[in-house]
């Protein structure tokens, strides 16, 4: 099995167990640039649909625009960026 293939098959267990929280490092890193959007909306989709906390790390700058709130690392202090409230 391919990593992109783990990590949908990841991504796709945390969705069947109903975690009512997901943690996901990186979750795009071994997908295509449209199987990683994909993912990421449907994550959102999830979350807000049903409530759900997703919490994602990433280096991949257009995540952020799937996210209630959005935060850097910048030097080793959290900075908020991007905020719904």
């Keep these: 099995m391919s990593q992109g293939e783990k990590q949908r098959v990841a991504v ?4 069947a ?8 490092d990186e979750p795009t890193g071994s997908l295509s640039t449209q199987q ?5 909306g ?7 649909e049903e ?3 997703i ?3 990433s280096h ?4 952020a625009a799937f996210a209630d709130r959005v ?15």
């Design 12 to 15: 796709a267990r945390a969705l």
């Design 17 to 24: 167990n109903h975690a009512s929280f997901i943690i996901g």
């Design 36 to 40: 990683g959007m994909d993912i990421v």
């Design 42 to 48: 449907l994550l959102r989709d999830v979350a807000k």
């Design 51 to 53: 409530n759900r906390c």
């Design 55 to 57: 919490v994602l790390a």
């Design 60 to 63: 991949d700058q257009r995540i």
């Design 71 to 85: 935060f850097y690392l910048n030097d080793g202090e959290v900075v908020v960026r991007k905020s719904t409230e």
